[in-house]
Nanobody, 129 residues
Framework: QLVQSGGGLVHVGGSLRLSCAASGFAFEDYAIGWFRQAPGKEREGISCIYSEDGSTLYAGSVKGRFTISSDNARNTVYLQMNSLKPEDTAVYYC????????????????????????WGQGTQVTVSS
């Protein structure tokens, strides 16, 4: 399972850190992704990491502002979100994808949420202006 923590209300330009703690599966065999869904919008893949080789992916909407990292000793992935904007307001989810290999990871990591095997409970992030 994946258990999320973090999130909340922040002003424009502020920062938040989300955590995603994994248990019950072999963490080293999975990539962990972060997705978000705003009201009335489709779920958006924003970042993903495969901790075994440090590969990361970022959506253009968050690149340069968000940083994904992994603490393998704690089976936990973090999403550091800086310079937050009102359009970052959404429910954020972490998810685990059985690592499909490097080329498929790049192709699918952010764009195919249906391929993910486990999902966190979701956490609300609200950026107020």
């Amino acid at each position: 399972q994946l258990v999320q923590s973090g999130g909340g209300l922040v002003h424009v330009g502020g920062s938040l850190r989300l955590s995603c703690a994994a248990s019950g599966f072999a963490f080293e065999d999975y990539a962990i992704g972060w997705f978000r869904q705003a009201p009335g919008k489709e779920r958006e893949g924003i970042s993903c990491i495969y901790s075994e080789d440090g590969s990361t992916l970022y959506a253009g909407s968050v690149k340069g502002r968000f940083t994904i990292s992994s603490d393998n000793a704690r089976n936990t992935v973090y999403l550091q979100m800086n310079s937050l904007k009102p359009e970052d307001t959404a429910v954020y989810y972490c998810a685990a994808l059985y690592y499909p290999g490097p080329s498929t990871f790049i192709e699918y990591g952010l764009s195919h949420p249906e391929e993910y095997d486990y999902w966190g409970q979701g956490t609300q992030v609200t950026v107020s202006s």
